[in-house]
């Protein structure tokens, strides 16, 4: 098992950046692929960003490609998004998750981090 806290989330302006960071507790955590979900008011949780375990893939939705960068640190046990360009429709909680390779669904959740881009 794999517990996940994530930290970074804040208020910030439109153009703004800021950094989330899921620190990762277990054993193996280079095993497990990790990705960053989003979940903005009265709408579903979406995906944001996914990288390998290996780090060897990287995925982005495309409403984040090109202003989102998502990268892990396995001696750190973290993975962190780099979130410049902010736009006030980044509003959201935002999730990291994670799930063992060679798998499909993310088994594992933090308890999120609060983003919040104002104009």
């Known amino acids: 098992q794999v517990q996940l806290v994530e930290s970074g989330g804040g208020l910030v302006q439109a153009g703004g950046s800021l950094r989330l960071s899921c620190a990762a507790s277990?054993?193996?955590?280079?095993?497990?692929?990790m990705g960053w979900f989003r979940r903005a008011p009265g709408k579903e949780r979406e995906f944001v960003a996914g990288i390998y375990w290996s780090g060897s893939i990287i995925s982005y939705a495309d409403s984040v490609k090109g202003r989102f960068t998502i990268s892990r640190d396995n001696a750190k046990n973290t993975v962190f998004l780099q979130m410049n360009s902010l736009r006030p429709e980044d509003t959201a909680v935002y999730y990291c998750?994670?799930?063992?390779?060679?798998?499909?669904?993310?088994?594992?959740w933090g308890q999120g981090t609060q983003v919040i881009v104002s104009l």
């Open positions: 998750a994670a799930r063992m390779k060679l798998q499909v669904r993310y088994d594992y």
């Open positions: 277990g054993r193996s955590f280079s095993t497990y692929d």
